[in-house]
């Protein structure tokens, strides 16, 4: 995969050029990877990213209340909900259609990253401290995203799990024979097959979806190797590249309307009365404010 990493801002006004010092020590970090230093926007930008099959830019945020230092992960929709994020984003979804449309060749993928900044007007080459501080994390997720991308669906789990889980197995099938899903969908679900794919072939198989989180294969597996875990992690790199399948968004939706995945409804609680149960109240609040903030609402 062609990537290019675009450091994006003036190195002389202080955080301004917050982008411009991350390309820098990526730059020593990495290999494989095209790095650019600018300080345009709109169409000029865009130019840049002819030919490339993924372009990462990195760049300074402003926002009305925000904290010094905070990290943010974009993508080219969000910008224009998010109002004076930054300097460098005049009409940046306008000239991404404009190129698509007139110069071709643009990137399937465009990933933004930002900092937080405090200061972007007075002269200077030095970061404030909490913008300061935050490089390291940044360069951390961003050399994270590349290595996924320039590397196949193995080692993106490896990096994730951080060791070599994957390699203790050695397809004894206990993780199978013992699976619930296993049995119930004729064995359409198999945790070995699906790991032996992941390992052999790099593809995330399609059933991943039917695991039931009861963790008998983690339990049962002789080389403690984190089957269950491995899946849930699939699960994420999935919805990373995909999106959150469509089963699952009716689920989402009950959540943030009313706090559980299924609704509940005077019928359910009169069931729950000839029970002596407690009757349930529609409690979404915390749980939307956890949606929100982990990016899982619609």
């Given amino acids: 995969m062609k990537i290019l990493v675009l450091g994006v801002g003036n190195p002389i006004l202080r955080d301004d050029g917050v982008g411009i010092h991350v390309v820098r020590e990526l730059k020593k970090q990495l290999t494989g990877v095209d790095f650019r230093e600018v300080s345009v926007s709109g169409l000029e930008l865009v130019e840049l990213f002819k030919g490339y099959e993924k372009v990462i830019i990195v760049?300074?945020?402003?926002?009305?209340?925000?904290?010094?230092?905070?990290?943010?992960?974009l993508t080219p929709e969000q910008i224009p909900t998010l109002h004076g994020v930054t300097p460098h984003d005049a009409d940046f979804r306008t000239a991404i259609e404009f190129g698509e449309k007139f110069i071709g060749g643009m990137p399937k993928k465009i990933d933004i990253y930002g900092i937080e900044v405090e200061e972007v007007t007075e002269f200077g080459e030095d970061l404030t401290?909490?913008?300061?501080?935050?490089?390291?994390?940044?360069?951390?997720?961003?050399?994270?995203?590349?290595?996924?991308?320039?590397?196949?669906?193995?080692?993106?789990?490896?990096?994730?799990?951080?060791g070599k889980t994957l390699n203790y197995c050695f397809s004894c099938g206990m993780c199978t024979g013992g699976c619930p899903s296993a049995r119930i969908t004729d064995s359409k679900y198999n945790p070995r097959r699906i790991l032996h794919r992941a390992v052999i072939e790099g593809v995330l198989d399609e059933n991943i979806w039917l695991c039931t989180n009861c963790y008998t294969c983690q339990e049962r597996c002789p080389t403690n190797t984190k089957v269950a875990d491995?899946?849930?992690?699939?699960?994420?790199?999935?919805?990373?590249?995909?999106?959150?399948?469509?089963?699952?968004?009716p689920l989402i939706e009950n959540l943030e309307a009313c706090g559980f995945t299924a609704k509940i409804g005077d019928l359910e609680n009169k069931r729950r009365e000839r029970m002596n149960l407690p009757k349930v109240e529609h409690t979404s609040g915390e749980i939307k404010?956890?949606?929100e903030k982990t990016g899982g609402g619609l």
């Fill in 59 to 73: 760049d300074a945020i402003k926002t009305k209340e925000g904290k010094p230092g905070r990290i943010y992960k």
């Fill in 129 to 162: 401290p909490d913008v300061r501080k935050a490089i390291p994390d940044i360069i951390k997720k961003i050399r994270k995203d590349i290595k996924m991308d320039l590397g196949g669906l193995s080692e993106e789990i490896q990096l994730e799990m951080d």
């Fill in 230 to 249: 491995l899946i849930s992690l699939m699960r994420r790199i999935d919805v990373k590249k995909n999106g959150i399948p469509e089963f699952i968004k």
């Fill in 289 to 291: 404010k956890i949606i």
